[in-house]
């Protein structure tokens, strides 16, 4: 056994309203995910996603399935989107292999029984995952920027210059429920997702990576008139519940992984706040 998910319940917004540093941290935050040989999640009850990080260090991993889904396999009822935030390395799908590069990512589709990670040459291959139950299978895809929608947002003057890679979205991937993609900010920029929003319909799970050693992300999470901020480092995720705003400003630029599951797959559907109306 070299997988351990934890259970994270859902949160009633008053209840959150009173959670001091700490019970938001226990609550919303991943401190670690990425562990040698091991497989490390969270499964939550928002919208029952598992947000996860493999690290195939010097052994293959297979992806097996827990004591939270009582099924045979990982995937019997699941879908998985998966994000190469390290080094290159292989992954099999019931014997067939994909290479996926650094932010490259793979969607596997439910039903597929063996799914095998493999280390790359350097040891350094970390995935960063997010798993939706599914109705229906869909193809196994990859998808790197070659094929990716691709959006510019934001501008230096405000300070959220960058570059949003739709990677695991309906324009681009069949998906039952999952929609993950990943943005870039630009040198400068450090505000992501500004003007905030809310998406009642989906929960959602940002991962924070290529950010400097002793750089940090400010995340802001809450109802838009109660907001409430917790620090991240690199390589930490944070969970927003569906009635939740999910923003944050680094002292530095960094990437973010972003992952949905929900009532909808549309992107688009927002419900967008002025920076002027949070409190
Ligand atoms: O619902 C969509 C997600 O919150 C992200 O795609 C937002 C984001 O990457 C950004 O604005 O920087
Ligand atoms: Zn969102």
């Given at each position: 056994m ?25 609550h ?12 490390h ?15 195939p ?51 596997i ?11 790359s040459e ?10 939706a139950?599914a ?85 802001f ?7 409430r ?51």
């Open positions: 070299h997988t351990f998910i934890h259970t994270r319940y859902s949160n009633h917004p008053s209840d959150v309203k009173k959670y001091d540093t700490e019970q938001l941290r226990e919303f935050v991943i401190e670690s995910l990425f562990s040698a040989d091991e497989i999640g969270v499964y939550s009850l928002n919208d029952r996603l598992i947000v996860g990080g493999i690290f260090q010097s052994k293959s991993l297979e992806l097996e399935t827990v004591d939270q889904l009582k099924s045979t396999s990982f995937l019997e009822r699941r879908e998985i989107g998966i994000i190469n935030v390290g080094a290159s390395c292989t992954i099999d799908v019931n014997g067939e292999s994909f290479t996926l590069n650094h932010k490259e990512a793979l969607y589709g439910k039903g597929a029984e063996k799914v095998v990670f493999h280390p350097s040891g350094d291959a970390l995935l960063y995952f997010n798993s139950p109705h229906t299978s869909f193809p196994t895809t990859k998808v790197d920027k070659s094929n990716a929608e691709i959006v510019e947002l934001g501008s230096a003057e405000n300070s959220n210059a960058r570059t949003i890679y739709k990677l695991i979205v309906n324009s681009v991937v069949s998906t039952c429920q999952l929609q993950m993609g990943m943005t870039e900010l630009k040198t400068g920029s450090v505000w992501n997702t500004m003007p905030a929003h809310t998406h009642d319909r989906r929960m959602e799970a940002y991962f924070y990576f290529d950010l400097q050693a002793g750089q940090t992300v400010c995340h999470m809450g109802e838009p008139q109660e907001t901020h917790m620090w991240l480092t690199n390589h930490q995720a944070i969970i927003c519940p569906p009635w939740s705003i999910h923003s944050g400003a680094g002292t530095s630029n960094y990437t973010f992984i972003w992952g949905m599951a929900g009532e909808n797959l549309d992107y688009g559907d927002m419900d967008i706040v002025s920076p002027d109306q949070l409190r």
